[in-house]
């Protein structure tokens, strides 16, 4: 009866530990959404905040085709071409024939989108210093741990 009743409080405490990772993901969450919305508004006030996403993709992934610009942030590819005409309407995105398929165009981020895209950085930069700031170097270690092996699916 003993083991079933510590089973029982293990269980418990586990649940609890769970319940408490959750309620802190849901934060964080939270708060990237809220950075990023911010994040999208000083990139460009006149553009929608879902064509700051298009913006990140291309400065990660770098030139593409719409299609794949669309599957990458997960977005309705006539929604991304209205985002796209936006973004070159303002000198942000630059369009280029496909060397490989003239009938096709390569998209990329202007120098005026570099640049933009390089000072939001800066800024989501600074969030992130100021909240760790008094952190050691062990810590900030261990939390990047961490967050790999939970952003790591299992085997």
Do not use: C
Request: no cysteine; charged share 20%; net charge positive.
């Amino acid at each position: 009866m003993t083991g079933v009743k510590q089973e029982r409080g293990v269980d418990a405490i586990r649940e609890q530990l769970l319940a408490s990772v959750g309620e802190q993901l849901g934060t964080l969450l939270s708060a990237a959404r809220a950075l990023t919305a911010a994040s999208a508004a000083r990139f460009h006030p006149d553009l929608q905040p879902a064509a700051f996403h298009v913006v990140r993709w291309l400065s990660a992934f770098g030139p593409a085709h719409a299609g794949a610009i669309a599957e990458g942030v997960a977005m309705d590819k006539s929604a991304v071409s209205r985002l796209i005409r936006d973004l070159k309407a303002v000198g942000i995105l630059q369009a280029a024939p496909d060397p490989n398929d003239r009938r096709a165009t390569i998209l990329s981020l202007t120098p005026l989108g570099e640049k933009q895209m390089k000072k939001v950085f800066e800024q989501k930069g600074q969030v992130f210093l100021q909240r760790t700031q008094h952190w050691s170097n062990e810590e900030l270690a261990t939390f990047a741990e961490l967050l790999r092996r939970f952003n790591t699916p299992p085997p």
